[in-house]
Nanobody, 121 residues
Framework: QVQLVESGGGLVQAGGSLRLSCAAS????????MAWFRQAPGNEREFAAD????????YYGDSVKGRFTISRDNAKNTVYLQMNSLKPEDTAVYFC??????????????WGQGTQVTVSS
């Protein structure tokens, strides 16, 4: 079955960096658009970034633009989220998602279980 497994979350001080990974299995990874979302307690899920099947096109939410970078390695079936200049308001559970057609921002076919990111002030 399809699995998306996130890793790389943790506790970091404000201004620091983390790199999240999402390893995919059970699907033809290179055919899927991928995305990262996040959800803080009491808040709705928020879009962070997406990347098309080839990695040639990316798109970012306003709250992370200029600080986060999404990338993918189709040989490793993995999508990454490099997070720099982290702020306390970036604290959330981060999820990756996959979509066979278009972007997971529109409609995700699969979701990971999430990884916690906590940014201390």
């Amino acid at each position: 079955q399809v699995q998306l497994v996130e890793s790389g979350g943790g506790l970091v001080q404000a201004g620091g960096s983390l790199r999240l990974s999402c390893a995919a299995s059970g699907l033809t990874f290179s055919k899927y658009g991928m995305a990262w979302f996040r959800q803080a307690p009491g808040n709705e899920r928020e879009f962070a970034a997406d990347i098309n099947w080839s990695g040639g096109s990316t798109y970012y939410g306003d709250s992370v633009k200029g600080r986060f970078t999404i990338s993918r390695d189709n040989a490793k079936n993995t999508v990454y989220l490099q997070m720099n200049s982290l702020k306390p308001e970036d604290t959330a559970v981060y999820f990756c998602a996959a979509a066979l057609r278009g972007s997971p921002l529109t409609r995700a076919d699969y979701w990971g279980q999430g990884t916690q990111v906590t940014v201390s002030s």
